[in-house]
Each structure stands twice: as structure tokens, then as C-alpha cells.
């Protein structure tokens, strides 16, 4: 006959499930079964001390004293112990976990008194299950968020939100001491249970919603400019076989891989009508026709919204910041911006036609953009415009060159293919004619000199002719160079 399982066993063994589920790491959680005893806990918090003392900032873990002594009577009153790994950071950090651990140790009661006075209550380790709940969820706030690779960026945005997550586990804490010292029931343990979820999904959901709310605010205030449709209109114009020399380019290799030491920027050379770029994770996409109403400090906001619009942490970190002068002063705007990429790990920035606006906003906007390379490790910038002197002073000494009308006739090539052969069965001509008209058809790609732009305005004019005769007499005689076609 199988042997029945311990309820309370059970209930810790899920506590500690749903612990190990919410960590989301392994490797951390199985460092953390690796402490075994309290004397474990006290030597580890001696050489934190130890090493904090060595570089002169001695951060008083003596303040942790009362939790550990609280846990260690924890430990005497179930047989299961909660592993605790105190950790050292920069000061600011340090002291607001040493500060929150002080506080909750204040808060635990003293569990070797408290269980031997209440000990015929047959419902007191259910509170101890409680209990057990508070400290690992208080465990998953401080791990998750100190077990970021950015969080000493972020740390002055979200630990106000982390702090106010650890205050409901607080309050649990002291509900459950009370519960402790009182004639508890079945039902007070279920009840407490399920507020803890109530409050839980409560929290998660006001703070998300205050979050957005405030986000949305800012974002409405600035009113930056986001350029998806002009993404999803180049998108839906690109031609199979265009643009794969690109992809083959030594150059843009080295550029895409973080581990090469070469220039963060690559400046992607070419004549008007030359490039058919799309952007990577935030981009612009400039033009002369909006020239007039386009800056550097308006392109720095679409980029930063863009970058925080589908990530939480960088909201906050927006929210949190000075937004004081960010909705007119282009260094403010710039200086937010490499907070973001600081935090956001891997960032492409795409510009496309830097050379299509205002010298003076470019000039700002170049010298931003350097400026970036130089200190966001972790971004890469690809600029797309024609060579200008005035770019080539910024850009030429810190960018990679990739000359787009050098290398783009394939591309060319197969554009005008594609365009003449849509062309031709649209008008049903004879197998002589039609065979003439692509031997006229053939040479564009040759004449464009690497230009796009030029190839799609030959081949537009062409729609406008009615007869063969007069398509004949255009393609004999193929304008020399764009301005003329």
C-alpha cells in the first residue's frame, strides 16, 4: 500500500516549483541550492563585507543580522531551508537590497518562540507555508532584476517599481505574523492565499496600465514621426534578385558582427536613386519632399520611441528621465537616447537619405551620430546618402564605405528585367516585335551607371507611349544620364 504524501510537504515542494518556474534561470537556481546551511549564508555575507571594506565602501551588513537569525529559526521550525544569496553591487544598489532585507528581517517573528507557544495549533504550518511564499517571492524581485545584464543602467528607473513590488510582500509578511500569533484556520490560510494572487495580479496589472498611461503622454506631447509605412511601401516594391551583392559584402559582415573591432558606422555611398535599403529595429527613412518639417532633434525622437515602444524597462527609463528640455533641445534628446541603447543591448540604427535635408539639421544629426558610435558599444549605425563634402567631413574618417552604384548593376539587371517582362505581356505583341523590343530593352541596366532611380523612369515613360514605333524610336536613342532621362 503506497505510503500517503505530507500535505505540508507537498505545499512547499509547489511554493518552490513556482519559485524555480518565475526565476526562468537554471544555471542561478541551481547556484542557489548550493547553499545548505546558515553558517553558509553568514560566511558568504562576511567576504561581501570583507571585499566591500577592501574598496572603501563598507556597506554595514550587520543590518541583515535579524533576517538571517529569523530564517536560521525558520530553518529549526520546518526541515526545509530557504536558501538566501546575498549579493554585492554598485552602492546605491547595495544598500537598497541590504536596507529591504533589514526591513522584512525586522518584520519576520521569531519562529522558535512563536511555534513552541502555538504548537497545538494544527493549522500553524500552513503559516509557515505562507511564509515561505513571502521570502521566495521576495527572492524572485531581488534575483530577476539584479540578474540583468543592464541593470545598473536601469536601476534608478525600476527599483522604485522593484521596491514597491517587494512593499506588497511586506505587507503579506505582517498579515501572516499576525496570523501566526492568532487562532488560525483552515480558511484564514486559503483566504490569505488567494489574496496574495489578487494582489499579484492587481500590481502587475495597475503598474503596466499607470506605465502606459504616462509613456503615451510623453509620446503624444513630442508627436514623433515613425516611418513603418514607408517601410511597408519599399517593402512591397522590392524585386526578387535585387540587393543580394549586399548581403555578400565584406564590409557590411564585419558590421553586423559585434565581436570585429571596426566602425560602428557604415556609410552605404551612392548617387541619386542608387540604394534600396530597409531598416533593422529602428530607422528613417528622410526625403527632400519633407525636408522642410525634418531635424535632427525630430528624426533622435522617432528613434527613441521607437526603441522603448515594445520594451517595458526602457518605458520606465523614459519615464524616470529628465524630460524637461527633451521636446526642444537636441542634446537632451541625444543624451536619452544613448541611456536607451545603453540598456537595450544589440541595436541597428538604419538612416536613409541623410542628403535629402537641411545641411545645418544633418550636420547636428552626423555629429550625434558619431557621437553614438563612440560611446554605445552596442549599436550600429548604417547611414544611406550620396557623398557631400560636408558629409564626407563628418562621416569619412569614422564610417566603413560601401560605394551602392559600384556594385549594384545585378540589381539593376534584374529590376529591368522583371519590369520590361510585366511590360511586354501587357501588350500582346507579335514574337517579332516583342523579340525587338527586348533587344532595345536590353541595354538600361548598362546605361543607368548604377542608378535605380534612372532604369525606373525609362521604363515608366514607356507606359505612356501607344505604338510600337514611337517605343522604338525612345529606346534607340536612351538618355545619357538621369538629368537628361
Not at 154 to 164: D, I, N, R
Not at 428 to 457: C, H, R, W
Amino acid at each position: 500500500m503506497a505510503v500517503p504524501s505530507d500535505p505540508i510537504q507537498t505545499a512547499f515542494q509547489s511554493v518552490i516549483q513556482d519559485f524555480k518556474n518565475k526565476l526562468k534561470d537554471d544555471m542561478l537556481y541551481e547556484d542557489i541550492l548550493k547553499t545548505t546551511s546558515i553558517d553558509e549564508v553568514y560566511d558568504a555575507a562576511d567576504r561581501v563585507q570583507e571585499e566591500q571594506a577592501k574598496n572603501g565602501h563598507l556597506r554595514h551588513l550587520a543590518k541583515i543580522a535579524p533576517y538571517l537569525e529569523r530564517l536560521s529559526e525558520y530553518s529549526s521550525a520546518i526541515d526545509t531551508f530557504v536558501q538566501a544569496k546575498p549579493t554585492s553591487n554598485m552602492k546605491k544598489s547595495f544598500d537598497a537590497i541590504v536596507n529591504t532585507t533589514a526591513e522584512i528581517g525586522d518584520l519576520l517573528p521569531e519562529f522558535t518562540t512563536v511555534t513552541n507557544l502555538f504548537s497545538q495549533n494544527t493549522h500553524l504550518k500552513d503559516v509557515l507555508v505562507l511564509f515561505f511564499q513571502d521570502i521566495l517571492d521576495f527572492y524572485i524581485v531581488a534575483l530577476k532584476f539584479f540578474k540583468q545584464p543592464k541593470w545598473r543602467s536601469l536601476f534608478e528607473a525600476l527599483w522604485p517599481q522593484q521596491k514597491e513590488r517587494i512593499q506588497l510582500v511586506i505587507t503579506r509578511i505582517q498579515r501572516h505574523t499576525l496570523l501566526m500569533r492568532s487562532e488560525v484556520r483552515l480558511e484564514h490560510v486559503r483566504e490569505e492565499h488567494e489574496a496574495r494572487l489578487r494582489a499579484l495580479e492587481h500590481f502587475v496589472k495597475s503598474e503596466k496600465a499607470n506605465r502606459l498611461q504616462e509613456y503615451h503622454i510623453i509620446e503624444a506631447g513630442i508627436s514623433p514621426i515613425f516611418y513603418d509605412d514607408r517601410l511597408n511601401w519599399i517593402n512591397g516594391r522590392i524585386y526578387e534578385g535585387t540587393g543580394k551583392w549586399l548581403t555578400k559584402d565584406t564590409a557590411l559582415a564585419k558590421w553586423l558582427d559585434f565581436s570585429e573591432k571596426s566602425n560602428k558606422v557604415l556609410w552605404l555611398q551612392g548617387i541619386p536613386g542608387a540604394a534600396r535599403n530597409t531598416g533593422r529595429v529602428i530607422f528613417a527613412f528622410l526625403s527632400h519632399a519633407r525636408s522642410g518639417t525634418t531635424s535632427a532633434l525630430s528624426i533622435l525622437h522617432s528613434l527613441i520611441f521607437q526603441l522603448s515602444n515594445e520594451n517595458s524597462d526602457l518605458q520606465a527609463s523614459l519615464i524616470q528621465s529628465s524630460r524637461e528640455n527633451l521636446r526642444n533641445d537636441v542634446a537632451t534628446a541625444a543624451s536619452l537616447l544613448r541611456m536607451l541603447l545603453d540598456c537595450a543591448g544589440l541595436v541597428f540604427i538604419v538612416i536613409d537619405g541623410v542628403d535629402e535635408i537641411d545641411e545645418v539639421e544633418r550636420a547636428i544629426l552626423l555629429r550625434q551620430i558619431v557621437d553614438i558610435s563612440s560611446n554605445c558599444p552596442e549599436a550600429r549605425i548604417m547611414v544611406s546618402c550620396r557623398v557631400e563634402a560636408d558629409i564626407v567631413r563628418v562621416l569619412g574618417l569614422a564610417s566603413d564605405i560601401v560605394r551602392v552604384d559600384s556594385h549594384n548593376a545585378g540589381s539593376i539587371q534584374a529590376f529591368v528585367t522583371r519590369r520590361s517582362r510585366a511590360w511586354l505581356a501587357k501588350r500582346n505583341l507579335p514574337p517579332a516585335e516583342k523579340s525587338d523590343l527586348e533587344g532595345l530593352l536590353s541595354p538600361i541596366a548598362a546605361t543607368a551607371q548604377g542608378m535605380f532611380l534612372y532604369a525606373k523612369v525609362i521604363l515608366s515613360s514607356l507606359e505612356y507611349l501607344s505604338d510600337v514605333e514611337s517605343t522604338r524610336e525612345e529606346l534607340r536613342a536612351l538618355p545619357e544620364n538621369l538629368d537628361d532621362a
